[in-house]
């Protein structure tokens, strides 16, 4: 570092956009701003009852502004003129259909409010027939298995099945898409005027985790396996993309209409772009054999090891192997669940639904009173339940829950999976239910722990972070005691976004190596959940009722599937 510079980091989830000013040199944060996606946050083009979530690009443009800016704003004098970088996470797998320019759909004139004209949301499963065609094509057409760095099972909630869901179910949108773009790489292009789909720099983290790239494929899966797949599909392979790039080389420059849009300098270098929780997991500070988590809506799971110890190994029932997708020269595995803090929140709605609907009809209290009243409760009923759930012994209620609420994405995603409560009585009150769906959830994370060693693997340590991992000590402490391993918190309020910030720093030659920015800038650890060896012991028996519960559970769900 030879002068005083700083970066951007920008994290796009699943509400909102987040941003993040940082100091190149040491990683303090400058300035920080959250945006929420105005649409998304009032339902819109969504269909949670058909597992339809997609997000409108101005979604993500108009929070992107006004987070950048705010953040900008709040930056002290000197700091602006001196950004060189900015780098940017997204969730994924987050598609959309372009025209040959490179626009979304939705922003063309006839597709404005066109849900598949959109960005389908990582956690859309409209698409599960889909994927379970590829999985069977994959096993059965006598050709290479294109889903076996992928873990052996293709998701609903990635790339190739997303983007065969909407040709079928949309003629119009496929007649119109000339190619498909995650929005990872759409977002730095569009930052950089180079959103023409040949021209795009596409990130080695969304190719080969979600669209079953590999170099020993030659890239993406071969045009034959595709066509066998749906004809709908032909020619599409020659409209996306061969090379892929790992998140230290850099797209461009600002263009000069988002620099005046921004304030900032067209000088300003924007890396490639990589899924939320690898950049998070460099913000995490990883390293080889330790598990990080984002521990949020849903997790996921990332762990690296140095590719010369993986050799040909391929890891069954996980969500890919990559070599770059996180730290360039490192093979970057992922994982996760699909539903977990989404778990806890949707029995929160379950409890507040007689409140919700009652209290509004009130005629005893104004509408700001019950306003305020509803947002107490809304605020205040998990740290309650989360009390008062504490104080339950282990398995003392004979409740036990399965946690694939939203599917199952690991070991073996299967998104036809439900969830499932067991040994309901008339003792069952709320803090016990909610015990038993937080214990749920650990045990998926143990599932994944133990498919990783299973598999030949170790696991030395975990690092959590997200919003659950900040604000919940009883659910952290669960899983330390179920996983029987200590878990460490990283200082960062924004990980994810901090990891971007290493990036983009990286990108514009602060550093040789993403490693290197991230010994730099990391901000260590505030808090370490250390396992009780008592409870981690009494959980043994109560996980392995877990497993045999999940193994009954879907057997009848596939057999009553198959009977259909």
Not at 327 to 345: C, K, N, R, T
Not at 369 to 377: D, M, P, Q, V
């Amino acid at each position: 570092m030879k002068k005083k510079s700083f970066v951007v980091g920008v994290d796009f989830g699943t509400d909102s956009v987040r941003v993040v000013v940082v100091d190149a040199a040491n990683g303090t944060e400058i300035a920080s701003a959250v945006a929420p996606y105005e649409r998304w946050s009032k339902g819109k083009f969504c269909d949670s009852s058909a597992n339809q979530f997609r997000q409108h690009p101005l979604d993500y443009i108009e929070s992107f502004e006004e987070a950048v800016r705010s953040s900008l704003r709040k930056s002290p004098k000197g700091i602006v003129e001196n950004i060189v970088a900015l780098s940017v996470d997204t969730t994924g797998s987050t598609p959309v259909a372009v025209d040959h320019h490179g626009t979304p759909l939705a922003l063309c004139k006839g597709f404005e409010r066109n849900p598949n004209a959109m960005f389908v949301l990582w956690k859309d499963h409209t698409a599960i027939q889909e994927a379970a065609e590829i999985n069977k094509l994959a096993k059965t057409w006598g050709g290479e298995d294109f889903t076996k760095f992928e873990g052996g099972v293709y998701s609903s909630e990635w790339f190739w099945a997303k983007i065969l869901h909407i040709l079928r179910a949309d003629p119009a949108v496929g007649k119109a898409a000339h190619s498909w773009v995650e929005h990872c790489d759409w977002f730095p292009a569009l930052l950089t005027d180079s959103t023409e789909p040949d021209r795009l720099k596409r990130s080695r983290c969304a190719a080969g985790h979600k669209a079953m790239w590999h170099p020993s494929f030659g890239g993406l899966p071969s045009e034959d396996f595709l066509v066998r797949l749906d004809p709908l599909l032909k020619g599409l392979r020659e409209r996306l993309y061969r090379e892929t790039y790992t998140s230290d080389i850099a797209v461009g420059t600002l263009s000069p209409e988002w620099a005046k849009k921004l304030g900032l300098s067209t000088r300003v270098t924007v890396g490639v772009g990589a899924f939320d929780a690898h950049m998070g997991a460099i913000g995490g500070e990883i390293i080889p054999y330790h598990l990080t988590k984002i521990m949020g809506t849903s997790t996921c799971d990332i762990l690296i090891a140095p590719n010369e110890d993986m050799k040909d190994r391929l890891v069954k029932g996980i969500c890919g192997q990559v070599d770059g997708s996180v730290i360039p020269g490192m093979l970057g595995m992922e994982a996760g669940q699909s539903a977990f803090g989404d778990v806890y929140a949707w029995f929160k709605d379950l409890l507040l639904w007689p409140a919700e609907h009652l209290i509004r009809k009130s005629r005893l209290l104004d509408g700001k009173l019950k306003e305020k009243l509803l947002a107490e409760l809304s605020e205040g009923i998990v740290s309650a339940l989360s009390a008062a759930a504490e104080r339950v012994p282990i398995d003392e209620s004979g409740l036990l829950a399965i946690d694939w609420m939203n599917g199952r994405r690991t070991p073996d995603a299967n998104q036809l999976l439900k969830g499932a409560i067991t040994g309901i009585s008339l003792g069952s009150d709320a803090p016990r239910i909610f015990r038993a769906l937080v214990e749920a959830t650990a045990f998926g994370a143990k599932k994944i722990v133990d498919r990783f060693r299973s598999e030949g693997v170790r696991i030395d340590g975990v690092i959590a972070f997200g919003g659950v991992a900040k604000k919940s000590p009883f659910i952290m402490q669960t899983v330390a005691d179920v996983l029987d391993m200590r878990i460490k918190i990283p200082r960062s309020e924004q990980t994810c976004a901090l990891g971007a910030a290493m990036c983009a720093a990286t990108v514009a030659g602060l550093y040789k190596t993403i490693d290197d920015a991230k010994e730099a800038m990391g901000n260590g650890f505030e808090k370490e959940y250390q396992p009780n060896e008592r409870n981690a012991m009494n959980y043994l028996n109560l996980y392995e009722r877990y497993g045999r519960l999940g193994e009954y559970l879907e057997h009848e769900i596939t057999e009553r599937r198959a009977s259909v």
